[in-house]
């Protein structure tokens, strides 16, 4: 196998981002009260795991019972440039492994607008009937795009309201 430079650079820079992530946990278990810690915890992230948003990616942010991050985030789900199939196994599983009190969802849009589909509005749904089941709360999904004149880049499915979280 043949290594190129550039995705050898990539997966450096992905890696360093989740020792980065993982260390400032490790030192600060920061909370997170609001989606635009969310995002901004998550996008540089999501840009090194998916080589500058080429694709979309699911992540989740495990919480203790104060809404301190237990762990760094961990990306479950990689799809494609428009679609991530989401299992909630593949989700759940990471929030089994890290003793999770409760989740925050988010997931990227490669196009930079962070409208929901009706698809992002049913998984969610899926997912939080599931988190019951398990004794696990989800506290928001938070899809993240590209800042722009209209939008701060991101869409907090609780804060519009979208989807019944409770």
Not at 34 to 54: C, F, H, K, Q, V
Not at 106 to 132: M, N, V, Y
């Amino acid at each position: 196998m043949k290594r190129n430079p550039e995705t050898l650079a990539l997966a450096m820079d992905y890696a360093t981002a989740m020792e980065s992530c993982a260390a400032y946990v490790a030192v600060r278990n920061p909370s997170v009260r609001d989606p635009e810690t969310t995002y901004r915890l998550l996008r540089p992230i999501m840009d090194a795991a998916t080589s500058g948003n080429a694709q979309e990616s699911f992540f989740i942010i495990a919480l203790d019972t104060k809404n301190k991050i237990i762990d760094a985030p961990k990306e479950c789900l990689r799809g494609l440039l428009d679609s991530c199939p989401v299992s909630p196994r593949e989700i759940f599983r990471e929030a089994c492994r890290c003793a999770a009190a409760s989740l925050i969802l988010s997931h990227s849009h490669p196009s930079g607008d962070p409208t929901p589909s009706k698809e992002d509005l049913d998984i969610t749904r899926r997912l939080i009937e599931a988190a019951k089941i398990l004794g696990i709360r989800i506290v928001d999904h938070v899809i993240c795009g590209r800042p722009s004149p209209e939008t701060p880049g991101y869409v907090s499915l609780r804060e519009k309201n979208l989807v019944a979280f409770e």
